[in-house]
T-cell receptor, first 114, second 116 residues
Framework: DAKTTQPPSMDCAEGRAANLPCNHS???????VYWYRQIHSQGPQYIIH???NNETNEMASLIITEDRKSSTLILPHATLRDTAVYYC???????????????FGEGTQLTVNP | GAVVSQHPSRVICKSGTSVKIECRSL??????MFWYRQFPKQSLMLMAT?????????EQGVEKDKFLINHASLTLSTLTVTSAHPEDSSFYIC????????????FGEGSRLTVL
């Protein structure tokens, strides 16, 4: 899996948008960008993933640059419950077992403040 | 969405005893499951890949005789920490791959092991 780089921590005010960046300059053409988050003492939770186009679901939006070397996860209206460690991972979607062996980096600790 | 359940969520044991942690896929079949370990304030580290009906594949540096993995059915994988020591105290997390649907991964809630 391609290496990703994320800032170690970020703060955000409740109700404001949280924009979490991720660099993945060595991403391969068949690798997707996945975002997971881990709330303290829980298992990781899937948020969103994308290949080239921007994606949006009920939790977040994912903006991927045209060269695919970086992406931004956007939580449009952050709440206190969004405080968690956010992991950006690049991997092959579905498919072979090798693509399922996730390598977690250090992630970004997002703290949403009242 | 698909659910992966771990049991127990918390376990405390004495040094030298063995502890078994179960990982179940509740509404899908998983030929492959993954076991991770997470120490406080650190990221998840992959320990092994559990394959249904065959031997697990361990990551470098993980003792296979220490961490026994059994994947006897398409919905259950177990991790047994043998002769546990205080340094084995950690948060153990499993994930399962839904090969019958999207092939996507789902994570369990984690199991916190404390060895006294």
């Amino acid at each position: 899996d391609a290496k990703t780089t994320q800032p170690p921590s970020m703060d955000c005010a409740e109700g404001r948008a949280a924009n979490l960046p991720c660099n993945h300059s060595t991403i391969s053409g068949n690798e997707y960008v996945y975002w997971y988050r881990q709330i303290h003492s829980q298992g990781p939770q899937y948020i969103i993933h994308g290949l080239k186009n921007n994606e949006t679901n009920e939790m977040a939006s994912l903006i991927i640059t045209e060269d695919r070397k970086s992406s931004t996860l956007i939580l449009p209206h952050a709440t206190l419950r969004d405080t968690a460690v956010y992991y950006c991972i690049v991997r092959v979607a579905g498919g072979e077992t090798s693509g399922s062996r996730l390598t977690f980096g250090e992630g970004t600790q997002l703290t949403v403040n009242p | 969405g698909a659910v992966v359940s771990q049991h127990p969520s918390r376990v405390i044991c004495k040094s030298g005893t063995s502890v078994k942690i179960e990982c179940r896929s509740l509404d899908f079949q998983a030929t492959t499951m993954f076991w991770y370990r997470q120490f406080p304030k650190q990221s998840l580290m992959l320990m092994a890949t559990s394959n249904e009906g065959s031997k697990a594949t361990y990551e470098q540096g993980v003792e296979k005789d220490k961490f026994l993995i059994n994947h006897a059915s398409l919905t259950l994988s177990t991790l047994t920490v043998t002769s546990a020591h205080p340094e084995d105290s950690s948060f153990y997390i499993c994930s399962a791959r839904d090969v019958g649907n999207t092939g996507e991964l789902f994570f369990g809630e984690g199991s916190r092991l404390t060895v006294l």
